[in-house]
């Protein structure tokens, strides 16, 4: 049980310093702009309690905002996608249980449903991050525009990272 | 009660999100100045229009109060423009300061006095030349300065307000201190910086200086009471000569040689 803690704990870790010191400064064309530490909100067990998700999700969100200037936009964002993240599940879900798998995985799920699920989950994330920052809605179809080509990378990011530390 | 706190066990997820949410949106609009200009915007607007409506119901009741007031300003007004134009000179010389301050009537719709933080919001805005940081006089004395602005209507923020200094000076000589509300009375507030060399009397006027954002020689108040403080300097308390329980009618200055006295202030 501590060993997954532990897990969970670098994870968190060395997401967000990823994203702060690296992601950050990518910005390509100003329309694609990754984030790849939601990836810890959608890997955290299945059996987390629904107030640990949105207090885990507050935190994580709180952590990268202390590195931006906008401060508040991505715990909105986060808090957002910790509220949703039952109910996608849900929606996704073969059965109405899960197995005894600790984590969302790319090896035990396939790959389908790991990418149904990352997509929903950073659209939603993205969705909410891009409109928070702009408040307004006359320039809707680029915003749009933006939720989408950044979904699209970060999901990439994540399917690449999945590969890479879950190679067994 | 135990059927209300069974419900909201019953959908705690859903409130602790409500409130999760809340402060990250919080943050969002109190830390990020675009956000902040748009919800305060939205908010100034909504808060205007409602008052203005409730203000064309309630107006009847106070024309007695404003055409009393409005009868003396008239009167003392007169009586500045007769003494002028009696001792005018035949040419006057052109002082570029002459033509100075221009005054934008504003109707009074919504007011304060029993928060630590008052505001005024009147129903005159953008559209009709009103900027923050414009001074905001009455017939009976300062009110207070314009704070934020939207099309229609404005907020002011009024002297009845602890994070408002105003530096007066005292009528008779020239000395001067800075004047805060103390937060309790809406007639009353305290006077700072006098040393106790000075000499004051209870019933000194308060005028404004001129240094800051309001013309000089509006009248703030009076000396109530004079008490020697504890370090050098006295503890006076001032009485407010504007009653702003009764406040309807006010006047946005304009100060059209503003922004070259602040271009001049900036050379050190």
């Not at chain 1, 998700?53 to 990268?64: D, E, P, Q, R, V």
């Not at chain 2, 008052?51 to 007004?77: C, R």
């Not at chain 2, 423009?81 to 005054?103: A, E, T």
């Not at chain 2, 000075?198 to 000194?204: A, H, R, S």
């Amino acid at each position: 049980m501590f060993q997954s803690l532990f897990k969970d704990i670098i994870r968190f870790i060395l997401l967000i310093l990823f994203q702060v010191l690296i992601l950050n400064n990518i910005n390509m064309g100003g329309m694609i702009n990754p984030y790849l530490y939601i990836l810890f909100i959608l890997l955290l067990p299945f059996e987390t309690p629904r107030w640990a998700l949105l207090i885990l999700a507050f935190i994580t969100g709180f952590s990268i905002d202390f590195f931006s200037q906008q401060h508040g936009l991505h715990t909105a964002a986060c808090v957002i996608l910790g509220f949703l993240r039952p109910s996608v599940l849900k929606i996704f879900n073969p059965r109405e249980n899960y197995e005894k798998v600790k984590e969302p995985n790319l090896q035990i799920y396939g790959f389908t449903w790991f990418l149904k699920y990352a997509l929903l989950c950073t659209f939603i994330h993205h969705f909410s991050l891009f409109y928070l920052e702009i408040f307004r809605l006359s320039d809707f179809f680029i915003t749009f525009g933006r939720v989408l080509l950044s979904t699209i990378f970060t999901v990439i990011l994540i399917i690449l990272s999945q590969y890479l530390f879950y190679r067994r | 009660m135990i059927t209300l706190l069974r419900f909201l066990l019953k959908h705690y997820f859903v409130l602790l999100f409500a409130i999760l949410e809340s402060i990250a949106l919080m943050f969002v609009v109190r830390d990020n100045p675009y956000q902040n200009s748009s919800i305060n915007n939205l908010a100034l607007n909504f808060n205007g229009f409602v008052a203005m409506k409730q203000d064309n119901f309630s107006h009847y009741l106070h024309l007695t109060d404003v055409n009393e007031k409005l009868a003396l300003e008239n009167d003392l007004l007169k009586n500045q423009l007769s003494q002028r134009i009696m001792f005018s000179s035949p040419q006057p010389s052109i002082d570029s300061s002459l033509n100075r301050y221009h005054y934008v009537t504003a109707k009074v719709i919504n007011n304060s006095i029993n928060k630590s933080y008052n505001y005024i919001i009147l129903n005159k805005g953008k559209l009709d030349g009103i900027e923050p940081e414009m001074a905001v006089i009455s017939s009976d004395g300062v009110v207070g300065i314009v704070h934020q602005v939207t099309d229609h209507f404005s907020q002011v923020m009024s002297v009845l307000n602890e994070k408002l200094p105003i530096t007066c000076k005292f009528k008779k000589n020239q000395y001067f201190g800075s004047f805060v509300w103390s937060g309790h009375d809406h007639r009353k507030g305290n006077l700072n910086n006098i040393p106790l060399h000075l000499e004051v009397k209870i019933g000194d006027t308060l005028v404004s200086t001129g240094f800051g954002i309001f013309p000089e020689g509006i009248l703030v108040g009076y000396v109530s009471k004079a008490e020697k403080g504890n370090s050098n300097f006295y503890k006076i308390e001032v009485e407010l000569s504007n009653d702003f329980r009764k406040l309807y009618y006010v006047y946005v200055v304009k100060d059209s040689l503003k922004k070259e006295e602040e271009t001049i202030e900036k050379i050190k």
